[in-house]
């Protein structure tokens, strides 16, 4: 990841002014910016409190309103994802042991190489399945897919909800009908699948049929 590291935004010292800042969000659309104190990360000044400055006042101002998240220049993209939602911030601080801001990462970059990932660019099949998060296991998942011959290429927890927990697949698309069926009998509903269902298909028919029948 230390390749995705932005080290062309600002990092701004805590004797500043905050008419510095100011010009920076202004003319950015960044959320957050970094702060030190006489060289080390001290915490993060957000955008949201621009309406608070004063061009005239030094950033130490708001020492005690600083937020306190960063990243480590060796996190993995899905730490990062959770770190930028938790904080609602479009920009990380990247900061290495010894307290140095080496620099940030930006969260359209960490969501265009999320994208380029195999699990959106590889030919396949999207299925979501849901089950009560008692009985379900990553490792069920994996045997059900690969045991009807069919490559599991992701596999996440996009919602839980009421003792319900749901997961997006992408798999594969040989063997698909047989994937479904697994996944029924294991007790697994299925949500969605970008593929023929020939289960759901059968019902379609016979309601079709019922229809037709009742309408005699």
Not at 10 to 27: C, M, N, Q, T, Y
Not at 157 to 164: A, D, L, S, V, W
Not at 175 to 199: A, C, H, P
Request: aromatic share 12%; glycine share 6%; proline share 3%.
């Amino acid at each position: 990841m230390q390749e995705q590291i932005n080290t062309t935004i600002p990092v701004f010292e805590v004797g500043d002014s905050l008419k510095e800042a100011i010009h920076f969000f202004r003319h950015s659309t960044y959320s957050h910016v970094a702060i030190t104190e006489q060289g080390k990360f001290l915490g993060l000044l957000g955008e949201a409190d621009l309406e608070n400055f004063h061009e005239s006042g030094p950033i130490e101002e708001f020492r005690y309103q600083l937020e306190d998240f960063r990243a480590s220049p060796d996190a993995s993209w899905l730490d990062l994802l959770q770190v930028f939602t938790r904080n609602e911030a479009n920009i990380l601080p990247v900061v290495d042991r010894a307290g140095k801001v080496m620099g940030y990462f930006d969260l359209n970059d960490i969501v265009t190489l999320f994208t380029e990932m195999p699990f959106f660019t590889e030919a396949g099949a999207i299925l979501v399945v849901a089950r009560p998060i008692r009985d379900y296991s990553f490792s069920e998942i994996a045997q059900i897919v690969e045991g009807n011959n069919t490559r599991l290429l992701g596999a996440f927890i996009t919602r839980i909800k009421n003792e319900m927990v749901q997961v997006t697949l992408k798999m594969g698309d040989t063997n698909i009908n047989e994937v479904l069926q697994t996944f029924r009998r294991y007790g697994y509903s299925i949500l969605f699948g970008s593929v023929d269902d020939k289960f759901l298909e059968e019902l379609r028919e016979r309601s079709d049929y019922l229809d037709k029948y009742l309408n005699v």
